[in-house]
């Protein structure tokens, strides 16, 4: 192995931008819960504050590791070095005579190599890499009847930031939908912070819906959270229609058109989550792809 030659090395780690992102959402969430903890002295804010700082810990822990386990990918004559796992600096050699089937997959906008080889197999993700290129490069090098694959991976590009723009709208519109259903019954009930744990309980499910939904790899935990937030967008989409029922009764109240805005939004965004849940189940979406390389 010393004397093979490095073609090309590049990092494998987490875009700590995203991360950041994450982490500043959840520490704005836990501001904001605090300071109405503080002044209200309600326990589910609390709650609710202690939940939110934990992702942000959370998140740091993981920019953390990411900065201390520098994980490269390298590609060389003769096979690839890839790391044992994600949280280690230690790497293994893939002999490119040991591979015996290499499997790209694009799932929710997110492109996979699964490389199946003698002691195991190994997914390479390609959110994990600096660029685009660097992926299809990996792809040439492992096999020459990549031209498919490298094809797919050009369109997907040029679809995947439609998909994270959508999916951010989608979590806008959760949130705004709010004021729309939830805030309607709220008003109904003594205000209290077990009545708003349960209306904004349907909008939390759904958001942690859609963060799964644009997760890198599907997992049985990860389907569990978006038949979840499924249940949400249904309690969601009932709310509303039964508040917009309500209201074309009697449309006297204080921000009428606010909570109107907010009941059409909020089922547009479950009717939307729902579609695209139903793409999950069955595997039709047009982003979803695997497709057999041959190994050279």
Not at 17 to 38: Q, R
Not at 62 to 79: A, F, M
Not at 160 to 175: I, M, N
Not at 181 to 210: N, Q, T
């Given at each position: 192995?010393?004397?093979?030659?490095?073609?090309?090395?590049?990092?494998?780690?987490?875009?700590?931008?995203?991360?950041?992102?994450?982490?500043?959402?959840?520490?704005?969430?836990?501001?904001?819960?605090?300071?109405?903890?503080?002044?209200?002295?309600?326990?589910?804010?609390w709650v609710a504050t202690v939940?939110?700082?934990?992702?942000?810990?959370?998140?740091?822990?993981?920019?953390?590791?990411?900065?201390?386990?520098?994980s490269h990918i390298t590609l060389?004559?003769?096979?690839?070095?890839?790391?044992?796992?994600?949280?280690?600096?230690?790497?293994?050699?893939?002999?490119?005579?040991?591979?015996?089937?290499?499997?790209?997959?694009?799932?929710?906008?997110?492109?996979?190599?699964?490389?199946?080889?003698?002691?195991?197999?190994?997914?390479?993700?390609?959110?994990?890499?600096?660029?685009?290129?660097?992926?299809?490069?990996?792809?040439?090098?492992?096999?020459?009847?990549?031209?498919?694959?490298?094809?797919?991976?050009?369109?997907?590009?040029?679809?995947?930031?439609?998909?994270?723009?959508?999916?951010?709208?989608?979590?806008?519109?959760?949130?705004?939908?709010?004021?729309?259903?939830?805030?309607?019954?709220?008003?109904?009930?003594?205000?209290?912070?077990?009545?708003?744990?349960?209306?904004?309980?349907?909008?939390?499910?759904?958001?942690?819906?859609?963060?799964?939904?644009?997760?890198?790899?599907?997992?049985?935990?990860?389907?569990?959270?978006?038949?979840?937030?499924?249940?949400?967008?249904?309690?969601?989409?009932?709310?509303?229609?039964?508040?917009?029922?309500?209201?074309?009764?009697?449309?006297?109240?204080?921000?009428?058109?606010?909570?109107?805005?907010?009941?059409?939004?909020?089922?547009?965004?479950?009717?939307?989550?729902?579609?695209?849940?139903?793409?999950?189940?069955?595997?039709?979406?047009?982003?979803?792809?695997?497709?057999?390389?041959?190994?050279?």
């Amino acid at each position: 192995m010393e004397d093979d030659e490095i073609i090309v090395r590049y990092p494998y780690r987490i875009r700590r931008f995203k991360t950041g992102m994450h982490v500043l959402f959840f520490l704005l969430c836990s501001l904001l819960a605090g300071y109405g903890a503080i002044r209200d002295g309600d326990f589910l804010l609390w709650v609710a504050t202690v939940l939110c700082a934990g992702f942000v810990v959370a998140g740091i822990v993981v920019t953390l590791l990411n900065i201390r386990y520098q994980s490269h990918i390298t590609l060389t004559q003769s096979g690839i070095w890839v790391p044992k796992h994600r949280w280690t600096s230690q790497e293994e050699f893939i002999e490119k005579s040991d591979m015996y089937h290499l499997e790209y997959q694009v799932h929710a906008g997110q492109e996979m190599l699964v490389i199946d080889h003698e002691a195991g197999r190994h997914t390479l993700l390609g959110s994990m890499l600096p660029s685009r290129e660097s992926f299809e490069e990996i792809l040439s090098s492992l096999s020459n009847s990549t031209i498919h694959a490298v094809q797919h991976a050009k369109r997907v590009r040029s679809h995947k930031s439609g998909h994270s723009f959508r999916f951010l709208v989608l979590k806008l519109a959760a949130l705004f939908s709010f004021c729309g259903g939830p805030l309607y019954w709220m008003e109904l009930f003594e205000k209290s912070g077990v009545v708003f744990a349960i209306g904004f309980a349907p909008i939390a499910l759904m958001i942690l819906g859609i963060l799964s939904l644009v997760e890198d790899s599907p997992s049985p935990l990860r389907t569990r959270i978006v038949f979840l937030g499924l249940l949400g967008a249904i309690t969601l989409f009932l709310e509303s229609v039964l508040a917009l029922s309500m209201l074309a009764v009697n449309l006297q109240g204080e921000d009428v058109s606010l909570t109107v805005i907010g009941c059409c939004t909020g089922i547009a965004a479950s009717v939307f989550y729902a579609y695209r849940t139903y793409q999950e189940s069955f595997h039709n979406a047009k982003d979803t792809l695997s497709l057999s390389i041959p190994v050279d």
